[in-house]
Structures are given as structure tokens and as C-alpha cells.
């Protein structure tokens, strides 16, 4: 027998900020929304120790701020469930078909806001060790490392930023960092230079990840300036080398450019009609929980818009 598929208003890919604030701004408008994610509502905010740049907070931890977010993006009835999209379809009539693990959806308006995810190195050990020794997440296993040395691979806002919440989790830190400054921004460098416990290699890059097979023991680094080749122990690494959409489901629908970020216009809809993406999966210079949210509310609002007018005929 064949499961029903279950019909709303609008369909909302990822329970990041955008996810969230989209499903509050459309819920609000009486819209029946669905946010469906596989993983735990709040996205990268789980991921994020401290949060200093959010109006309204001093400073509030990712996690808690998530949580205050999902009690806002349900309080006017929106739905939130678990599910992996496997797949979107177009029909004639302008809905639009999301099928996932967990059955199929469908609705006229669609908002994904899927989001990004960490970047590999791509070198020997690193999926080996992923769970090992090998994390892109501090606040998730900086603990695990109480008192040993760990390193951190990157040069951007978030590699400082994890830096330096494992500076107070574990007895040191190591930056390999593969040019020969910073792109953090300068209150970042700041800090982590004022830290004892922290220490900056740079124009080095890891090469490949060692270990017993059960976890990780040696880093192998090469100098791309002096072209010498060493190796270091190490426990833990910690890797922040950049970002990439989560936008491989959608490659079907023709919306994304080159490099698989999402194309949108200034109301966040893109090129086909209905379908609308917001955060940090689109095109965009600056990717932050501040943006995302901006982004949310404006494709909530857009995608009960295009819902009203199609009841409208």
C-alpha cells in the first residue's frame, strides 16, 4: 500500500536559523509548514561555543540560542520533523514533491535552507580518524582532549574561534595555519595571540593523518616556503578550511551555480517559481547566524506571498 504523502503549504529544508526563522515568519502567516532536517534543529549553531555578535546578547551559547529559536519557529504551529531528502520533484500544477527516508511531502512553496558543511583536507587519515582524533567540532569533542596538546587546522573566523575555546578545554593549541597571517577578524587575532597556551605554525599544511587504527598518534606537515617535511605527535585535530553547500539533492532542479551554492534574487526566490533558499546555502559574501536569520524572514514572508496568490486564482 502506498504511504499518503502529507501536504502543507510550504516545506522547509533545514532547522538552521533560516530554516527556523522562515517557518516562524510563514506559520505566523497561517501557513501550514513543515521544517524537515536529519539532524537536531539549530544546525551549526550546536557547533558554536559562544555567540558575541547576535543583538540582543552580550553573549549566549549556540546551543542555547538554538534552542530559544526552535521554541519561537513553533509557537505558531509549524511542524518539525526528522527526515533525509533523497530527492525534489516539480509537478505540472506548480507543487512541488519532496521525498525523503521518511515519506513524502508535498507543498506549492519550497524555502531550503540546507545550510553548509565543514570542508575536508582530503588527506591520508582523515576519514579513518573522523570520531578518532579527527573532529571539525570543539564544542562537541574539545573534552575528550583534557590536557593533552591538540592542533587546529585553518586561518579563518572559526578556526580562531574553536581555537580558542579549546585554549580553556585542553592543555595547549597549535594552529597550522597555510599562509603567513590570519583572515580572522582582528578582535579574533587578538585574543589568540594574547593566549599562552596557544601557538601559530605558520605556511604549513598537514599532509596526512597517522595512527594505531584506533586513533590518532602523528601529524605529517610539509612548509610550502622552506619545502621541509616533518612530523608531530598529536592526539587531536580540529578542521576549519572553509565551507560547502549542502545542495547535492538539488542539483536536478537547476538552481545553483558552479560550485553548488544556490542562486537567488534579492527576495531569496530563485529561477524556479515557488522555490525560495535562504542562509547560508545561497550566494553570498557574508555567512552568519545574523544573515541567515535576515534570510528566513524575508523567504517566510515570499513563500506566503506566492502561496496567496496561487489560492488567490
Known amino acids: 500500500m502506498t504511504e499518503e504523502v502529507k501536504q502543507y503549504d510550504v516545506i522547509i529544508i533545514g532547522a538552521g536559523p533560516a530554516g527556523m526563522t522562515a517557518a516562524t515568519y510563514a506559520s505566523r502567516a497561517e501557513l501550514r509548514a513543515v521544517m524537515i532536517d536529519q539532524g537536531i534543529y539549530g544546525g551549526q549553531m550546536n557547533n558554536t561555543a559562544e555567540v558575541e555578535n547576535y543583538p540582543g546578547y552580550n553573549s549566549i551559547m549556540g546551543p542555547d540560542l538554538a534552542e530559544k529559536m526552535y521554541a519561537s519557529s513553533t509557537q505558531f504551529g509549524a511542524e518539525y520533523t526528522f527526515g533525509m531528502i533523497t530527492g525534489v520533484e516539480l509537478l505540472d500544477n506548480q507543487e512541488k514533491l519532496v521525498h525523503t527516508d521518511m515519506g513524502d511531502f508535498q507543498a506549492p512553496a519550497l524555502i531550503i535552507a540546507t545550510g553548509s558543511e565543514h570542508v575536508h583536507l582530503g588527506v591520508d587519515g582523515e576519514e579513518e580518524y573522523q570520531g578518532k582524533g579527527v573532529s571539525y567540532c570543539a564544542v562537541c569533542d574539545g573534552a575528550f582532549f583534557k590536557g593533552e596538546g591538540v592542533a587546529v587546522v585553518g586561518g579563518g573566523d572559526s578556526a580562531v574561534e574553536e581555537g580558542l ?102 527576495k531569496m526566490a530563485t529561477a524556479v517559481p515557488g522555490i525560495f533558499a535562504a542562509g547560508d546555502v545561497r550566494v553570498k559574501d557574508l555567512r552568519q547566524i545574523t544573515t541567515a536569520v535576515g534570510d528566513g524572514g524575508l523567504a517566510g514572508q515570499e513563500a506566503y506571498q506566492f502561496v496567496s496568490t496561487l489560492k488567490a486564482k
Open 165 to 266: 575555546y579549546l585554549a580553556d578545554v585542553v592543555k595547549d593549541v597549535t594552529v597550522y595555519v597555510r599562509g603567513d597571517k590570519l583572515k580572522a577578524q582582528p578582535i579574533l587575532q587578538q585574543r589568540a595571540f594574547a593566549k599562552d597556551n596557544v601557538t601559530f605554525v605558520w605556511n604549513t599544511e598537514v599532509t596526512a593523518i597517522q595512527g594505531d587504527g584506533e586513533a590518532v598518534q602523528k601529524l605529517a606537515l610539509h612548509n610550502n616556503q622552506t619545502g621541509e617535511d616533518s612530523v608531530v605527535e598529536k592526539s587531536g585535530i580540529f578542521i576549519y578550511v572553509g565551507l560547502k553547500p549542502n545542495t547535492q539533492v538539488f542539483t536536478n532542479l537547476g538552481i545553483t551555480d558552479d560550485q553548488g551554492w544556490i542562486k537567488t534574487d534579492e
